[in-house]
């Protein structure tokens, strides 16, 4: 079974931190697998495959997550036109970011910030998407006893099923509670992944569709029922911890699922 290593506050490879910051740095510049591979001192080959391993993500993939990362903070702190937006974090042509922007956020830009204003008037409260038809997961939610006061304030978690073990594009299917679980979450055929978010409980629209530093969690193996496997784990703890910098960032504009 396919195994997802993941990133461990504190853990993150040297040569992930070192190409991310070139990316952060130079998120409007036309970078190439090439600089990053240079940058860090691999073959591209080598560090392609590395990076892939470590993040999720291809590194290009990786470097577009952290632009509409940058974009969604831009929509929704600024006035700026969609357009210079567009421009700011490295893209010449308004069409493909727009397309690309929607695909990996759910929602187009100027919907992001029409669905921010609609998240100020009327906050998101629990709510499940999904098939209830389908066989059910009982999930347990970790918050630990970490000294961190992110995680023993009042929460809203997301849990949700994904194609890729990366929060990138709307899930499937899943759940947004309010405390501490646990919840008994159907399967989403097709979606294997299951990856987690938890915020304050009374986060603003801004920290809601873009949050900087969220609690995450993810479980490290695809869970599916095949023609051979017919049985599930009986249940499986989540386990939060402050979301690592060099992490792919939180794309899926969640609140666009309540209905």
Known sequence: MARRETLVEGQTPDFVASAAGLMRENLGAALTIADLADHVGYSRFHFSRLFSGATGLPPMEYLAALRFAEAKRLLLTSDEPVVDVCAEVGFSSLSTFTRRFRDAVGTAPAELRRLAESVAERPVVPFEVGDPRQ???????DFGTNADSRLRMPRQTWIGWYARPVPVGLPAAGVLLSGDGPVSLPL?????????V?????????DQLAPSRPLVAGYQVPLTLTPHKHELPPGITLR?????MHGVPLLSALASLRG
């Open 135 to 141: 066989p059910s997961l009982q999930v347990r939610l």
């Open 188 to 196: 989403s055929i097709g979606n294997p992944w299951l990856l987690a």
């Open 198 to 206: 938890s915020m304050h409980a009374d986060a603003d629209p801004v």
């Open 240 to 244: 939060f911890t402050p979301a690592d």
